[in-house]
């Protein structure tokens, strides 16, 4: 039987067992390849075997949220630097409003 599947929002947090070859399934995130008309995730391995487009997909998907977390990162710590260099400013008094910042 041909093994059909889908690919969809991942918004389980755990991956259980690929329902085609019972391996632990490690879904990619943010999105998957499941067993069309589950919610079950499908492994690294068989997603490339049966639906090798949707999981070149989930890959890129899951490297662009890595990139864009590590962004998120670097202007984090970058606003963090500046506030520190605000806070410890010794000149003229100046007001720090941070309350708007994300973190
Ligand atoms: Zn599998």
Redesign the pocket.
């Known amino acids: 039987m041909r093994k059909q599947c889908e690919i969809r929002v991942n918004n389980t947090i755990y991956g259980g067992k690929?329902?085609?070859?019972?391996?632990n399934?490690d879904p990619y995130f943010p999105l998957a390849v499941f067993k069309k008309g589950t919610y079950e995730a499908?492994?690294?391995?068989?997603?490339r075997k049966y639906a090798p487009a949707m999981a070149d997909a989930a890959i890129m998907a899951q490297k662009e949220v890595q990139r864009l977390n590590g962004e998120a990162a670097y202007y984090k710590r970058k606003l963090r630097q500046i506030l520190k260099i605000a806070e410890d400013y010794d000149g003229p008094a100046c007001d720090i409003d941070d309350g708007d910042l994300p973190f």
């Open positions: 690929c329902p085609f070859c019972g391996n399934s499908v492994c690294h391995d068989c997603a």
